[in-house]
């Protein structure tokens, strides 16, 4: 019945939604994605993949810092090519490495997340990211050149919240922290997916990743090679033994028991695994 089911249709369409299709992107004639399709839902998707896979380029690609063919649609529009207009649209990056002006303050970083908007709003968005992380206030006058790689990491968290993006994307945001910060982190991408911003993040980080997110994609060599439910992915042999070390197969026939957790991925509503 309408009613019933248009308080759940009102919240789920003001979240961002990009379906990308047959995306191809590189560096000069060098193409390192080829054909991706994607659908990036609300909540928070997980895309994995050895280096050198295209997961940045990727990302790039969506952000209109490098070019890209193919179709981009962002709840139902045509995503923009510039990067200042795809800002614009609701998106942010939080890059890989940070990049963060280390001669200036936190509090002049952040600032620098919001510049689309007003001084009254940027005040406004400037305590919202201290209340979201008290951590930041306490350095607020710190430079964030001089701050540990944890820190550093939140400090472009923040940054790129100070936009107020419908879809933030991050690109290995857990890269060389200690596990407890890595485990900060994720639980940070997680809160801002349930809040109403979808997440895009790249990470190599399997099995923590697979925990927090909704869904995942695996990129190999340029293309998409599995996708899934993350609970899904996590339990795949596929996944398990290129990512996460598991011991091959132990007993029975290795048919069997192979191709058990894949046919379980083929089964998962309009999911695929290659
Ligand atoms: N600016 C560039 N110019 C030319 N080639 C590039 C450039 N940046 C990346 N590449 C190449 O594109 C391919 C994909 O790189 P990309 O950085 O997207 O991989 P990745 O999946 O993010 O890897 P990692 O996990 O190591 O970050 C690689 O072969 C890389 O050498
Ligand atoms: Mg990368």
Redesign the pocket.
């Known amino acids: 019945m309408m009613w019933h089911a248009s308080p759940f249709v009102l919240g789920s369409s003001g979240r961002a939604h990009l379906k990308v299709q047959g995306l191809s992107a ?2 000069g004639a ?1 193409l ?1 994605l080829r054909d991706v399709t994607l659908e990036i839902k609300p909540g928070l998707t997980v895309i994995l ?10 990302l790039k690609a969506l952000s209109g810092l490098i070019p890209r063919g193919g179709e981009a649609l962002l709840n139902g529009d045509t995503l923009p090519k510039k990067t200042s207009d795809i800002v614009k649209r609701g998106m942010a990056l939080v890059p ?1 490495g940070r990049q963060l002006f280390p001669q200036m303050t936190v509090t002049e970083n952040l600032e620098l997340g919001g510049w689309l908007v007003g001084k009254a709003e940027r005040a406004r968005r400037l305590e919202q990211a201290f209340s979201d992380f008290p951590k930041l206030r306490e350095r607020a006058q710190q430079l964030a050149g001089t701050m540990s790689g944890g820190e550093q990491q939140m400090v472009a968290v923040a940054r790129a919240m100070m936009s107020a993006p419908r879809l933030l994307m991050l690109d ?1 945001p857990s890269l060389g922290l200690a596990p407890r910060m890595v485990d900060e982190l994720l639980a940070i991408t997680r809160r801002i997916a349930d809040a109403g911003t979808t997440v895009l993040m ?1 990470e ?1 980080n399997v099995k923590k990743a697979l925990a927090v997110a909704d869904r995942g994609y695996v ?1 190999e060599r340029g293309t998409l090679v599995a996708s899934g439910p993350a609970a899904l992915l996590a339990r795949s042999t596929v996944i398990r033994e290129a990512y996460l070390g598991a011991a091959p197969v132990q007993t029975v026939s290795s048919q069997t028991v192979r191709a058990e957790p894949v046919e379980a991925l083929r089964q998962a509503q309009g999911e695929r695994i290659l």
């Open positions: 590189g560096y060098f390192v993949g050895p280096n050198g896979a295209g997961k940045t380029t990727l890989e290995e790249v190599q990129l």
